[in-house]
């Protein structure tokens, strides 16, 4: 995944390109993923997979007129081709009255970091070994588990030919699961957060309470409430 000055130098590569093309003015957004899963059924592990992608979208202006078009190759012939093709795009466009300009650059207040290392950093055996304490929680109680758990690096990036420059990183850690009973009944719960360390698994309480919308569905209630109160 690129950094900070990477992303940065490549927008400036592209608006470098639209300013050649012919627009008197630019803005390029840069969004970038990397994302891995590890999905499970019927107690076990079957797929664990990994996915890395870039895109750029390229808004060029004409005067009052703008096109836009957005690609994933990032190479210099296929982002000289994004960008003549939005200048043509926005040649063909009718003028438009109520557009200005492109902003410039203003003060961007700081915000709160999005990003987590530990999240980054997780791999296939972290999110397994979170898995297996969804499925124990499944199989003490006779049941089957099913879902997934993920983890993303995101990178979120704007510029444009005024001077406009914003960049933000961010982390996510997600996990589904539904919790089946044998006589058709289930459960879902969900958890996400910015640090996937932040979620602790054996004290997930919303596993717990899957497993019991399960057993809710196929034995009283009082019965279930007596075994619910002895998880805790």
Same mark, same amino acid.
């Given at each position: 995944?690129?950094?900070?000055?990477?992303?940065?130098? $490549?927008?400036?590569?592209? *608006? +470098?390109?639209?300013?050649?093309?012919?627009?008197?003015?630019?803005?390029?957004?840069?969004?970038?993923?990397?994302?891995?899963?590890?999905?499970?059924?019927?107690?076990?592990?079957?797929?664990?997979?990994?996915?890395?992608?870039?895109?750029?979208?390229?808004?060029?202006? $004409?005067?009052? /007129?703008?096109?836009?078009? =957005?690609?994933? +190759?990032?190479?210099?012939?296929?982002?000289?081709?994004?960008?003549?093709?939005?200048? &043509?795009?926005?040649?063909? +466009?009718?003028?438009?009255?109520?557009? /200005?300009?492109?902003?410039?650059? &203003? @003060?961007?207040?700081?915000?709160?970091?999005? #990003?987590?290392?530990?999240?980054?950093?997780?791999?296939?055996?972290?999110?397994?070994?979170?898995?297996?304490?969804?499925?124990?929680?499944?199989?003490?109680?006779?049941?089957?588990?099913? =879902?997934?758990?993920?983890?993303?690096?995101?990178?979120?990036?704007?510029?444009?030919?005024?001077?406009?420059?914003? #960049? +933000?990183?961010?982390?996510?850690?997600? *996990?589904?699961?539904?919790?089946?009973?044998?006589?058709?009944?289930?459960?879902?719960?969900?958890?996400?957060?910015?640090?996937?360390?932040? *979620?602790?698994?054996?004290?997930?309480?919303?596993?717990?309470?899957?497993?019991?919308?399960?057993?809710?569905?196929?034995? @009283?209630?009082?019965?279930?409430?007596?075994?619910?109160?002895?998880?805790?």
């Amino acid at each position: 995944m690129r950094d900070e000055q990477d992303v940065r130098a $490549l927008c400036e590569r592209v *608006l +470098q390109m639209a300013a050649d093309g012919g627009a008197t003015q630019a803005e390029v957004l840069f969004t970038g993923t990397v994302s891995a899963l590890t999905r499970f059924a019927i107690n076990s592990i079957h797929q664990n997979v990994a996915e890395e992608n870039e895109r750029v979208s390229v808004r060029a202006v $004409l005067g009052n /007129k703008i096109g836009v078009v =957005g690609g994933n +190759q990032l190479d210099d012939a296929s982002l000289r081709d994004l960008v003549r093709r939005a200048v &043509a795009i926005a040649s063909v +466009q009718p003028e438009n009255p109520d557009f /200005k300009s492109l902003p410039g650059p &203003a @003060p961007i207040p700081p915000a709160p970091s999005a #990003y987590s290392e530990a999240t980054a950093a997780f791999g296939p055996e972290d999110r397994a070994e979170r898995v297996r304490v969804v499925v124990r929680h499944a199989v003490e109680r006779g049941f089957e588990a099913a =879902g997934a758990f993920e983890t993303s690096v995101n990178q979120l990036a704007v510029a444009n030919s005024l001077g406009v420059w914003a #960049y +933000q990183p961010s982390t996510e850690a997600e *996990l589904h699961a539904v919790i089946m009973a044998d006589a058709g009944g289930s459960g879902w719960t969900q958890r996400v957060a910015m640090d996937a360390s932040t *979620l602790d698994f054996e004290a997930l309480r919303s596993c717990r309470w899957a497993s019991i919308m399960s057993c809710s569905r196929r034995t @009283p209630w009082a019965t279930c409430s007596r075994i619910w109160l002895s998880w805790d």
